[in-house]
C-alpha cells in the first residue's frame, strides 16, 4: 500500500532524485544550481566568462541580466497595465477578477466561460472552463492552492518569477473559432528585432499533442525542434503576422532577449506573455547548431570586453 508522500511517483529512486534536488535547490548558491543543471542536461561545463549558446547565454542574463521591469513584464496580472500602456488595451485578454486566496472565488458570479491561473507561474493550478455548469468548484480550488504554492523561480532560477506577488486572476476565455484552439504565436526577439516565431499548437488535446512549428520572419519553415515535435500538418500563416511582429519589435526593444508571445481570435491580436528564459534554458535545440545561431544573436555586455 503507498503512502501519500508517495502517490504518483513509479519508483523509490524518483522519489530520491526529488527529494535530493529538493534539498539541493536550498544548499546551492543560484550559480551553483546553474551550473549543475546544464551539467546534467548539456554533459558539458557552463562556460559562464565567455558563453556562446543560446541556453548558456540565458544561464548568464539570469544572473546578470536582470532588472525589476522583469519582475512586472512576467506577473500575469501587473503586465496587462504594462501592455495597456505601451501598446493600448486593445491588446490585453480582459479580466474578470483578481484574488489572493481561492476561497474568496465567487463562482456563481464567473461567466459561463473563463480562465482561472495563478500570476506567476507557468501552468500549475490553471482552469480552463468551458462550461461553469461541469466544473468541480473544490477541486479546482485545491488545484489553486497548489499553483499559489509553487515557488516557480526556485528549480531553474528564473529570476524574473522570484518577487511576484502571488496571485490568481480570472480571465476571459478566449478561442479563436477558425481553428477551434488558441494557439500560442511566440516571437523570439533580440534588442528589438523579432527573428524567430514558432507556432503551439494542440494543447487542448494535453501536454502529449503539443507541437512546435518554427518560422523565420518572411515565416519560411524552419528545420528546427526543441521539446515537441513539429505538426504532422505544417501551421498556416496567422494573419496578423506582420502586426505581431510588429508589436513583438515595440514591446522588446531595449531588451537583450525575450519571447513575445501573442493570440490571434478571430483576425485579432491578443497579448500572451513575456518569457525570458525559454525553456528555463535547459531544452536542446535540434539540430544543434541552432543553439549557436539563437545565442548569437544575443548580445551580452560582456561581448564587447
Known amino acids: 500500500m503507498r503512502t501519500k508522500n508517495w502517490e504518483g511517483l513509479k519508483t523509490p529512486l524518483l522519489f ?107 501552468g500549475l493550478g490553471m482552469c480552463i472552463c468551458r462550461d461553469k455548469s461541469k466544473i468541480d468548484i473544490a477541486n479546482t480550488i485545491k488545484e489553486l492552492n497548489k499553483g499559489l504554492k509553487e515557488d516557480y523561480f526556485l528549480p531553474s532560477r528564473e529570476m524574473a518569477y522570484k518577487n511576484i506577488p502571488h496571485r490568481i486572476i480570472a480571465e476571459q476565455y478566449m478561442e479563436d473559432p477558425e481553428t477551434q484552439e488558441l494557439r500560442d504565436y511566440k516571437f523570439f526577439c533580440f534588442d528589438g528585432v523579432p527573428k524567430v516565431l514558432f507556432i503551439s499548437s494542440g494543447r487542448l488535446n494535453g501536454e502529449k499533442s503539443v507541437t ?3 518560422f523565420d520572419m518572411d515565416f519560411g519553415h524552419l528545420p528546427i525542434t526543441n521539446g515537441h515535435p513539429n505538426a504532422k500538418i505544417t501551421p498556416g500563416k496567422p494573419k496578423c503576422f506582420d502586426e ?46 541552432w543553439d549557436i545561431i539563437f ?7 560582456i561581448d564587447n570586453k
Request: proline share 6%.
Open 16 to 122: 530520491l532524485y526529488h527529494a535530493v534536488w529538493a534539498l539541493l535547490y536550498h544548499v546551492l548558491s543560484d550559480k551553483q544550481v546553474l551550473s549543475l543543471k546544464y551539467w546534467l542536461v548539456f554533459h558539458k561545463k557552463l562556460n559562464w566568462n565567455n558563453p556562446k549558446t543560446y541556453n548558456e547565454k540565458i544561464q548568464w542574463l539570469k544572473l546578470y541580466g536582470r532588472t525589476p521591469i522583469n519582475t512586472i513584464m512576467s506577473d500575469k496580472y501587473a503586465v496587462k497595465q504594462y501592455i495597456k500602456e505601451i501598446i493600448g488595451e486593445q491588446y490585453v485578454i480582459p479580466l474578470i477578477g483578481v484574488w489572493n486566496d481561492p476561497e474568496q472565488i465567487d463562482f456563481d458570479s464567473l461567466p459561463k466561460q473563463f480562465v482561472l491561473k495563478c500570476n506567476h507561474n507557468s
Open 212 to 214: 512546435f512549428d518554427f
Open 244 to 289: 505581431m511582429k510588429h508589436l513583438a519589435a515595440v514591446l522588446s526593444r531595449g531588451i537583450p532577449h525575450v519571447r513575445v508571445d501573442f493570440y490571434e481570435v478571430g483576425q485579432k491580436v491578443y497579448f500572451g506573455e513575456f518569457t525570458f528564459s525559454h525553456w528555463g534554458g535547459f531544452k536542446p535545440f535540434e539540430p544543434k547548431e
Open 295 to 301: 545565442g548569437e544573436w544575443i548580445h551580452l555586455p
